[in-house]
């Protein structure tokens, strides 16, 4: 049977339409809570949240099922997903929940769950839980005397503060450096500024007003031309946006150039490459990073290996072979050696940290391999399966054997929406064009015959 209610990062959807409605996300909390009780003594977990309308209605469901179960609760309030998982470890809680859809807007939510380690959960967990909420409850229901309690800890943010500022190498400050940071209207609009504050820097704040429908509205990691504006504006050293949930990040340098995911994971692998921390020799990056990365870091002797699209399978492919950096194009970087799922605060702190130690412009840090010419259609189709058909398998073969050995060709369908995803890259963009261009022709005319 397929998935009934997680996706590739927990469970999301629309604010109260199933599965984000309130029952859900009870029958979540009960599940979940059953799942990771494991002997008599007490338990816990840990609940965050961004600042989306609906997070005050699933946090207080959520809190209803884990205490109903005998779970106690600690709620962080507004908190990056990497906050959580962090605290999830340093609590010793049994789970940690973040509810979240990231960079969607507000009308959508979501419910990512961490074990206790902070990581997301197997799919053999999440298949346990499944079953347990479309399943009688009642059984589930904890004595009176063993009913859980709920707490707030007042401490979150100072302590996932002081995480994030431990991350930079010891004695190293941002003194002299004016920052514009765009917190996306979302989780990190508090903690972010507040770190790079304390490490000396001169912070200009945009995107710190959330009124619970503005989260990623015009703003953060996904549109920014906010950042861009004010940081010409203002004549800053570099800009930082997060997303919604602070777990990815993208870079403005002092031109009012943005820099991707792919360049951040260069600059990072080289700095640590050079320091003796990069660990396996090399980095992960999913099968949409730029040609261009995998080029400049096998010209420091070094490897990159490709996941499937999904920090979750960066991070998967990251613990079963040792490696200790690694990411996605659109800014999701996960530094292992800290933190267990993607952090953009401490990824900008590592670019903040090369920038310091070499006293180069952000333009001339971040500038680590020019990418090479990356087109992306999305092909929408309403049944069928147009990647079979023998025209769209004949398109391809095509496609792969004019970009050769200088190029790639990536095609995949959506897991979320039904879209083809077709992605060409290569040293001549007259050529990629075209290529993409013809499978898309064909993708769309196998749609059309099997309407």
């Known amino acids: 049977m397929g998935r009934r209610y997680f996706g590739t990062d927990g469970i999301r959807g629309l604010a109260n339409k199933h599965p984000m409605t309130s029952e859900v996300a009870l029958k979540v909390g009960m599940a979940a809570g059953h799942v990771f009780r494991s002997g008599d003594h007490r338990h816990r977990v840990v609940i965050g949240k961004d600042t989306r309308l609906s997070g005050y209605m699933l946090e207080a469901a959520l809190m209803s ?10 709620l962080l309030g507004p908190m990056p997903t990497p906050a959580v998982a962090m605290l ?4 010793r809680a049994d789970l940690g929940v973040m509810i979240s859809a990231s960079h969607n807007r507000f009308e959508d939510n979501g419910i990512k769950l961490f074990d206790p380690d902070g990581y997301k959960l197997s799919d053999e967990t999440e298949a346990r839980i499944e079953d347990l909420i479309e399943s009688d409850t009642t059984p589930l229901l904890a004595r009176p005397d063993r009913i859980g309690r709920a707490t707030r800890v007042e401490s979150a943010q100072e302590r996932y503060i002081e995480f994030a500022k431990r991350t930079l190498p010891r004695n190293l400050r941002l003194d002299g450096l004016r920052i514009v940071i765009d917190c996306a209207n979302g ?8 770190a790079l504050w304390e490490l000396g820097a001169e912070v200009i704040k945009i995107g710190v007003g959330p009124d619970g429908r503005n989260i990623n509205d015009k703003c953060g990691s996904t549109a920014p031309n906010a950042l861009v504006d004010k940081v010409r504006e203002v004549r800053a050293d570099i800009g930082i946006a997060l997303d919604g949930d602070a777990d990815r990040v993208v870079i403005v340098d002092e031109k009012g150039q943005i820099v991707d995911g792919d ?17 396996a020799g090399g980095i992960v990056a999913t099968v949409m990073s730029n040609l261009g990365l995998e080029r400049y870091v096998q010209s420091l002797g070094l490897g990159l290996a490709r996941t499937p699209v999904g920090d ?22 996960v ?10 605060l401490v990824s900008a702190l590592q670019i903040l940290a090369v920038v310091v130690s070499t006293g180069k412009p952000v333009s001339q840090v971040c500038k680590r391999f020019d990418p090479l010419p990356q087109i992306l259609r999305n092909v929408r189709y309403a049944e069928g399966k147009p990647l079979e058909d023998s025209r769209v398998v004949k398109a391809i073969d095509a496609g792969r054997e004019r970009l050769g050995n200088s190029g790639r060709l990536v095609i995949r369908p959506s897991g ?16 990629v064009s075209a290529v993409v261009g013809d499978i898309v022709d064909a993708v769309q005319e196998a749609a059309r015959a099997s309407a």
């Open 263 to 279: 360049q951040i994971m260069a600059v990072i692998a080289e700095s640590w490459h050079r320091r003796g921390r990069l660990a």
């Open 187 to 194: 989780a990190g609009y508090k903690v972010a500024p507040e």
């Open 335 to 344: 530094l292992s050696d800290f933190i267990t799922t993607g952090d953009g």
């Open 416 to 431: 979320t929406e039904p879209v083809i995803r077709v992605m060409a890259e290569g040293d001549n963009e007259t050529v």
């Open 312 to 333: 979750r399978y960066v991070v998967e492919y990251m613990r079963k072979h040792g490696y200790n950096v690694g990411g996605e194009q659109s800014g999701h970087i």
């Open 88 to 91: 999830t470890r340093s609590l």
């Open 65 to 74: 099922g884990f205490t109903a179960v005998g779970i106690d609760v600690f």
